[in-house]
């Protein structure tokens, strides 16, 4: 097919082999796509191709890519969200009958949808606006993000040995992290954004890789060493991670038998493929989150399980818990273990964003469901992530993006991109929202197979996994890249390793808004009133449109353990219902 330009200027191209035309974002993504389905083709129902393999990308971008950076993360995950909406639409054939339906990616909300807990805002405030807070709950219960010394425990650092860096955790317990290293927990005299990064980085330097590894595995923190992704391919646990699919998805039990999807009717403008399905998350943060808020845009009713004991960041809830209802349930109490034993009675898709192990220990994980699913007479679907993988000798280590971003290499691509001889964090969490997208695919995929084949499934994916489907794609070339710093401010190429993820991102959006405006057009939001926040909250729009089918959320974003935890009399907030 041809490629043609829109009667809004956007470029438009099928994704066929035969396709041809000059737009390299266009190309690079179809040839992301084609690297992904030889990856995990065996990973999808086969009934899933022959739609991906009709997904048109749109894009209004005629230029170089949208982020200051060498990684193809736009190509990555245009491609995997080209797979999401195949398999969707796989499962609207069980309903409608095979059809040729027109399947659409936009890129720019693909691309968007990477960084969307920035443009998220909720009374009008982002999340750099520290006034949001007084509109969040504040579920930051240790106060690891209460002041700027707390949260730069989280950060990259250089270590004794001149150009090795650790990338320090304090995760949600900054305590911990900063005492590992002979700092005070709490140091309200400091304040100074540099004089911070200064007195934790000479800490820092007290130490070489091994004695830091050492000392945190004690702690059981999430701190790592910073390799080079030929580092990272030579260890044991990079060799197995590499040699398995981005996610894979298998079978967990045979015994129990199809279980076509409700496909009920809702108050949205069109049918929603995953209506009536019934999903529990027990996640936090954003990866494990961006699973059920893509499920929830097909349609699905998701319930965020959450622990009034463990902590969380305030403001990602404003935008990964879009179209959910939410509620506290401490698992370890009897009383809270009989309600969710109610709704586990119901669901059809559970979703694990914690370390491998930990529903097990719970009472809830893969091998139990398998057992209730027996029981019940119909399957389940259990969808993991986390940050390592779940085989390989670091699977149980925790972790979070920067994590994985800094074992995997792919903080040493950013760095040396920018002429550095040291890492640098990308900007924004987008593994986290790569990763969610993987996840989403695996439930897809699941519910697909219960329905045709009945059975339970069990899905798995990681941080790292989508680290390495982003570099095998490859590194933008210098040449892409001396354009990129030519056309983006110097300020964000003054960057150094130290500088804090809030840093790099703040700098990141300032030059991408002067450098691609279209990404943040107005077509590309959504707000409404949340009864949650009790304040209007705005949001990006779904990347993927279906012929016939309406992706979208029935409701808008509230803080964990906002509802009442029940299936029953949830509400549709008609400010959202709309194409």
Not at 347 to 365: H, I, M, Q, T, W
Request: glycine letters at 8%.
């Amino acid at each position: 097919m041809t490629p043609y330009l829109g009667a809004e200027g956007t470029t438009n191209g099928h994704n066929g082999t035969g396709a041809h035309d000059d737009n390299a974002l266009l190309a690079g993504t179809r040839t992301a796509l084609q690297h992904l389905i030889a990856k995990a083709k065996q990973q999808l129902p086969v009934e899933s191709l022959p739609h991906i393999k009709n997904v048109e990308f749109a894009t209004a971008n005629t230029g170089s890519p949208y982020f200051p950076s060498p990684l193809k993360q736009t190509e990555a995950i245009s491609a995997l969200k080209a797979v999401e909406a195949g398999v969707a639409s796989a499962i609207a054939d069980l309903k409608d009958g095979i059809s040729n339906r027109s399947i659409n990616v936009d890129l720019e909300r693909a691309t968007a949808f990477l960084f969307s807990t920035y443009l998220a805002t909720v009374g009008g405030l982002d999340k750099a606006n520290p006034k949001a807070k007084n509109l969040l709950k504040d579920t930051d219960l240790l106060q690891a993000q209460s002041n700027l010394y707390r949260r730069l425990s989280a950060n990259l650092y250089e270590t004794k040995n001149a150009g090795e860096y650790f990338h320090l955790h304090g995760s949600l317990e900054a305590t911990k992290a900063l005492n590992m290293i002979g700092l005070e927990g709490h140091r309200p005299d400091l304040t100074d954004y540099h004089e911070c990064i200064k007195i934790i980085e000479d800490h820092v330097k007290q130490f070489t890789l091994d004695q830091l590894e050492e000392m945190n595995a004690k702690i059981k923190q999430a701190g790592v060493s910073c390799l080079k992704w030929e580092d990272f391919q030579a260890t044991q646990h990079g060799q197995e991670l590499i040699a398995q699919p981005p996610w894979q998805v298998e079978s967990l039990e045979k015994d129990t038998p199809p279980a076509p999807l409700p496909f009920s009717s809702s108050r949205a403008p069109k049918p929603q493929i995953l209506s009536g399905v019934r999903v529990l998350e027990l996640c936090r943060i954003i990866a494990g989150p961006a699973m059920g808020r893509g499920l929830a845009e097909y349609g699905a009713e998701v319930i965020k399980v959450t622990s009034p004991y463990l902590s969380d960041v305030p403001f990602f809830q404003v935008d990964a818990n879009i179209g959910k209802h939410t509620a506290d349930l401490n698992l370890k109490e009897d009383g809270d273990r009989k309600i969710f034993e109610e709704l586990l009675a119901s669901a059809d898709v559970v979703l694990d964003g914690y370390r491998p192990g930990s529903l097990n220990r719970l009472g809830y994980g893969p091998k139990q469901l398998a057992e209730i699913a027996k029981q019940r007479g119909r399957g389940f679907v259990y969808v993991a992530e986390n940050c390592f993988g779940h085989t390989g000798p670091w699977a149980y280590r925790p972790g979070w993006q920067q994590i994985a971003d800094c074992v995997s290499g792919v903080a040493w691509a950013q760095g040396r991109a920018m002429g550095l001889n040291e890492p640098v964090v990308p900007p924004f969490p987008m593994s986290d929202y790569g990763t969610g997208c993987m996840g989403t695919i695996a439930a897809l995929t699941g519910l697909f197979r219960r329905a045709k084949s009945g059975g339970s499934y069990v899905g798995t994916t990681s941080l790292c996994q989508y680290d390495i489907y982003l570099q095998q794609l490859g590194l933008y070339d210098e040449k892409m890249m001396a354009q990129l710093r030519s056309e983006h401010d110097d300020e964000f190429f003054g960057l150094r390793h130290h500088d804090s993820v809030d840093e790099v991102g703040k700098r990141a959006l300032k030059t991408m808004r002067r450098t691609h405006p279209e990404l943040f057009e107005e077509r590309h939001m959504q707000e409404c009133f949340s009864r949650g926040f009790k304040a209007s909250v705005r949001t990006i729009r779904p990347v993927v449109s279906i012929e016939g089918y309406w992706n979208g959320f029935l409701r808008s974003s509230r803080p964990n353990g906002f509802d009442r935890p029940t299936w029953e009399d949830w509400e549709v907030d008609d400010g959202l219902l709309k194409d």
